[in-house]
């Protein structure tokens, strides 16, 4: 069986959706010897995984991004580059499918129907032009959690039987890292104290204001002992929250976008990893962390209870109170500490590339 993957958000500056796209493609031909697996439109050989650019050479990226542009016109243009899969695996930089060919995609959340306010405009037209033209049209569907697939068979008005809900992976670095790696990174970047550690976009819907007012509730002693640290670009409408991160506040530290490589050492060095996000479809950072063997903090909303079960401590994403109250359980008990971080190293088996690629071909087999 052949599928062909639309690979085009490698090609540009993204996060989640490129995270997903360059570790599922490669667990994909991993998985199988009898199937294969097209990344389209014609990307082989892709360097290492950076969200703030192209994973491929500009003189390499540029002709792509020209004949996806052209591809969304011309219906034959996507033909000839799917090279007569049995599947047309797409995203939202893709307008539409190939006749004769199965079309599939994958729904990573519903925020642009359920919290437009953290979205532009743009976001939020692309998105629901992605539902008309392939979500509503497709012939299977993947959500990244079981909430993601029942936000989108309610705001979708989707048959539940065309949707399936597959867990996306974690890099296996994550689940090997060590002492050794925090301790580099440390010294890299200068930490030398423990450190609370969120990574991410800097975004309104990632709530990162309610952090910062959790963290200044904290008693002075322990602000004085911990420090706050924040790793991932500024993205769209950060401008309060990044003049707070900016402003030179006592303890809170902005590393800016991390390089991939340094992602799981950084992580492993965290006392307490914290993600009260207002909504995730997955939480990739989440994941991370139990994986590393952090202790974890995070939202008691959206996928965030399937996603973590009980290897996190949960707490009301709106209440800077009930986010400082984590903070403390976490930073003042040790053995509360190490009994999440246990926890959330046995609940991140469940999100192994191989066991997510297996689980997509069976998805894709129905289509043979």
Same mark, same amino acid.
């Given at each position: 069986?052949?599928?062909?993957?639309? =690979?085009?958000?490698?090609?540009?500056?993204?996060?989640?959706v490129?995270?997903?796209?360059?570790? $599922?493609?490669?667990?994909?031909?991993?998985a199988? !010897?009898?199937?294969?697996v097209?990344? #389209?439109?014609f990307?082989?050989?892709?360097?290492?995984?950076?969200?703030?650019?192209s994973?491929?050479?500009? &003189?390499?990226t540029a002709?792509?991004?020209a004949?996806?542009?052209?591809?969304?016109?011309?219906?034959?243009?996507?033909?000839?580059?799917?090279?007569?899969? /049995?599947?047309?695996?797409?995203?939202?930089q893709?307008?539409g499918?190939? @006749?004769?060919?199965?079309?599939?995609?994958?729904?990573?959340?519903?925020t642009?129907?359920?919290?437009?306010?953290?979205?532009?405009?743009?976001?939020? /037209?692309?998105d @629901?032009?992605f539902?008309?033209?392939?979500?509503? %049209?497709?012939?299977?569907?993947?959500?990244?959690?079981?909430?993601?697939?029942?936000?989108?068979? %309610?705001?979708?008005?989707?048959?539940?039987?065309?949707?399936?809900?597959?867990?996306?992976?974690?890099?296996?670095?994550?689940?090997? &890292?060590?002492?050794a790696?925090? !301790?580099?990174?440390?010294?890299h $970047?200068?930490?030398?104290?423990?450190?609370?550690?969120?990574?991410?976009?800097?975004?309104p819907r990632?709530?990162?204001?309610a952090?910062?007012?959790?963290?200044?509730? +904290?008693?002075?002693?322990?602000?004085?002992e911990?420090?706050? &640290?924040? =790793?991932?670009?500024?993205?769209?409408?950060?401008?309060?929250?990044?003049?707070?991160?900016? *402003?030179? +506040?006592?303890?809170?530290?902005y590393?800016? #976008?991390?390089p991939e490589?340094?992602?799981?050492? +950084?992580?492993?060095?965290a006392?307490?990893? =914290?993600?009260?996000?207002? #909504?995730e479809?997955f939480g990739?950072?989440?994941?991370?962390?139990?994986?590393?063997?952090?202790p974890?903090?995070?939202?008691n909303?959206?996928?965030?209870?399937?996603i973590?079960g009980?290897?996190a401590?949960? &707490?009301?994403?709106? *209440?800077?109170a009930?986010?400082?109250d984590?903070?403390?359980?976490?930073?003042?008990?040790?053995?509360?500490?190490?009994?999440?971080?246990?926890?959330?190293?046995?609940?991140?088996?469940? #999100?192994? $590339?191989?066991l997510?690629? =297996?689980?997509?071909?069976?998805?894709?087999q129905?289509?043979?």
């Amino acid at each position: 069986m052949r599928i062909s993957v639309d =690979a085009s958000p490698l090609l540009l500056r993204s996060a989640g959706v490129k995270n997903y796209l360059y570790h $599922w493609i490669q667990a994909l031909q991993r998985a199988s !010897s009898e199937h294969s697996v097209d990344a #389209y439109p014609f990307i082989r050989n892709v360097g290492e995984l950076t969200h703030e650019s192209s994973v491929m050479s500009l &003189v390499h990226t540029a002709p792509r991004i020209a004949w996806l542009l052209a591809s969304n016109h011309f219906a034959l243009t996507r033909r000839m580059a799917t090279r007569n899969a /049995q599947v047309f695996h797409v995203t939202n930089q893709v307008h539409g499918g190939v @006749k004769g060919m199965a079309l599939t995609a994958t729904v990573h959340d519903m925020t642009s129907w359920l919290t437009p306010e953290f979205h532009t405009a743009g976001n939020i /037209q692309a998105d @629901k032009r992605f539902a008309e033209r392939i979500l509503n %049209r497709a012939d299977g569907l993947i959500a990244v959690s079981e909430n993601t697939r029942q936000d989108a068979i %309610r705001v979708l008005n989707l048959k539940p039987e065309k949707i399936v809900a597959i867990h996306s992976g974690v890099p296996e670095i994550y689940f090997k &890292v060590t002492d050794a790696d925090a !301790s580099r990174v440390r010294t890299h $970047w200068k930490l030398s104290k423990q450190f609370i550690l969120h990574v991410g976009t800097i975004e309104p819907r990632k709530n990162l204001d309610a952090l910062l007012d959790a963290y200044l509730l +904290l008693p002075q002693p322990v602000r004085d002992e911990v420090e706050l &640290v924040f =790793a991932g670009p500024m993205g769209w409408a950060a401008g309060t929250t990044s003049k707070r991160i900016l *402003s030179g +506040l006592p303890g809170v530290r902005y590393l800016g #976008y991390v390089p991939e490589a340094e992602l799981p050492g +950084l992580t492993r060095a965290a006392s307490v990893f =914290a993600y009260p996000s207002l #909504y995730e479809g997955f939480g990739f950072p989440v994941a991370q962390a139990m994986a590393a063997g952090v202790p974890v903090l995070t939202s008691n909303n959206s996928c965030m209870p399937e996603i973590t079960g009980g290897g996190a401590v949960h &707490v009301d994403p709106h *209440s800077p109170a009930d986010i400082r109250d984590g903070l403390d359980k976490l930073l003042l008990s040790p053995s509360t500490a190490a009994e999440v971080a246990e926890s959330g190293r046995v609940v991140a088996q469940r #999100y192994r $590339w191989d066991l997510c690629a =297996a689980r997509s071909w069976q998805f894709f087999q129905q289509f043979a």
